[in-house]
């Protein structure tokens, strides 16, 4: 990994540091401000010419570290959102995140993806959960899974433990869930137990 001195006589190996995008933020662990530390409140605030370089406590010294996954040598993760200028582009046409005109990206387990790219994959996806159903109805009925009524789709039940209404992640159907209990039965000794 490349390192680089930061030479910073304000910086001291006791101080906290977080991120605020390529904004490092340092204050001292002593300072009796138990906020969040902030733009506001920070001891130092530093930022580096090269937005994927942020700080990091190394051998008791503040260095600046690349955080570019693939200049790591590392696959793209979730994590990879502090990326060098050529490696900061869409996971899927390769456009860089400079030249994208739309507002959002969406994060990605191997990296973001624009928004074009984003809705063509979940077109692709969204077809091929009807064509799976061959022009049949799912059967949606007393399951052991949350299953879409319009594409058949396997909805994650994480979290849901009573009825409401809900949207399909793939094809975007409104559902109306139904959650139903089964009935089980627990019994313990009342008194003294009988054994004759």
């Known amino acids: 990994?490349?390192?680089?001195?930061?030479n910073d006589k304000r910086l001291t190996s006791?101080?906290?540091?977080?991120?605020?995008?390529?904004?490092?933020?340092?204050?001292?662990?002593?300072?009796?401000?138990?906020?969040?530390?902030?733009s506001e409140n920070c001891?130092?605030?530093?930022?580096?010419?090269n937005r994927e370089m942020y700080a990091e406590l190394i051998d008791e010294k503040w260095y600046w570290v690349s955080g570019c996954a693939e200049c790591n040598g590392k696959e793209r993760d979730w994590m990879s959102y502090i990326e060098c200028e050529e490696?900061?582009?869409?996971?899927?046409?390769g456009t860089k995140r400079k030249d994208i005109k739309e507002d959002s990206v969406w994060g990605g387990k191997n990296g973001w993806i624009c928004n074009s790219c984003h809705e063509s994959e979940r077109s692709g996806i969204r077809r091929?959960?009807?064509?799976?159903?061959d022009g049949e109805e799912?059967?949606?009925?007393?399951?052991?899974?949350?299953?879409?009524?319009?594409c058949g789709t396997t909805i994650s039940n994480d979290d849901i433990h009573?009825?409401?209404?809900?949207?399909?992640?793939?094809?975007?159907?409104?559902?109306?869930?139904?959650?139903?209990?089964?009935?089980?039965?627990?019994?313990?000794?009342?008194?003294?137990?009988?054994?004759?």
């Open 1 to 6: 990994m490349k390192k680089i001195l930061i």
């Open 14 to 38: 006791t101080m906290q540091r977080i991120r605020n995008g390529s904004i490092q933020l340092f204050r001292e662990k002593n300072n009796n401000d138990r906020s969040f530390i902030s």
């Open 138 to 150: 799912p059967d949606c009925e007393y399951c052991d899974e949350i299953i879409c009524p319009h």
């Open 162 to 196: 009573e009825s409401q209404d809900l949207e399909c992640d793939v094809c975007h159907g409104e559902i109306s869930l139904e959650v139903d209990w089964t009935a089980s039965y627990s019994t313990s000794i009342k008194g003294k137990r009988i054994t004759k």
């Open 128 to 133: 091929e959960a009807f064509a799976a159903l």
């Open 87 to 93: 490696h900061n582009r869409c996971r899927s046409c």
């Open 43 to 49: 001891d130092v605030s530093l930022e580096h010419e």
